[in-house]
């Protein structure tokens, strides 16, 4: 079977989101992918631009604007399955692999952060929107200033050494904050569907 960039790019992200990007060298791509360096330098520049595609990839994995289209969700439903979404990633990556992003390659942070941003930004604006249209949420909260309360409150869970100090985990504290971000914007209605939903899961 023949090894493509696609694979390369794939597999090289798998690897720097478990192990973070400075441990992982060339090396250890083409050793781990079981193929030889040259293979991987026939595909890829350098680490720099092999680096740069893993977050475009990113940038297309974490895409939402389709993300629980689906007509038969009503707002509550997606609501949940965002903020499951939005858990799956967080507690999936190495934080080194943010921490070498940031440190050794700042454009490519730069890009990472601005793309990851706009995709839950829009989402979330797109759903408090559906959600006050349906009942589901206030009609009294500002839309905009809510949904960058909650981008602040998100990044802020990557700060991973407060939860070995309150001997809690980043997935508990997702649970709390997601309960609290419903009970604080829904409607009476919204809040007996998120019961009802919760009730039966």
């Keep these: 079977m023949e090894f493509t960039r696609d694979k390369l790019v794939l597999n090289s992200l798998k690897l720097y989101m478990k192990y973070g990007i400075k441990s992982v060298s060339m090396d250890d791509v083409a050793h781990e992918l079981s193929v030889s360096k040259k293979t991987v330098y026939n595909l890829v520049k350098d680490k720099n631009t092999l680096v740069d595609s893993c977050i475009n990839l990113i940038a297309e994995q974490t ?4 993300f629980c289209s689906d007509s ?6 997606k609501h949940i399955h965002i903020y499951k979404h939005i858990s799956r990633l967080l507690t999936e990556m190495n934080p080194s692999f943010e921490y070498d992003l940031k440190k050794y390659y700042p454009n490519q942070f730069v890009k990472y952060v601005k793309n990851r941003r706009r995709n839950i ?15 589901y949420f206030r009609a009294d909260i500002d839309v905009d200033k809510l949904t960058l309360l909650n981008i602040i409150r998100i990044e802020g869970l990557k700060e991973t050494d407060i939860f ?3 001997n809690i985990t980043m997935l508990n504290l997702l649970d709390e904050l997601f309960n609290y971000h419903l009970h604080g ?11 009802k939903l919760t009730e039966n899961k």
């Design 185 to 195: 914007i829904a409607t009476q209605q919204g809040l007996e569907e998120y019961k």
């Design 72 to 77: 038969e969700l009503n707002v509550i439903e």
């Design 121 to 135: 930004f829009d989402k979330m604006r797109q759903d408090l929107k559906q959600g006050i249209a349906e009942g």
């Design 63 to 66: 895409d939402m604007s389709d």
């Design 164 to 166: 070995e100090e309150y």
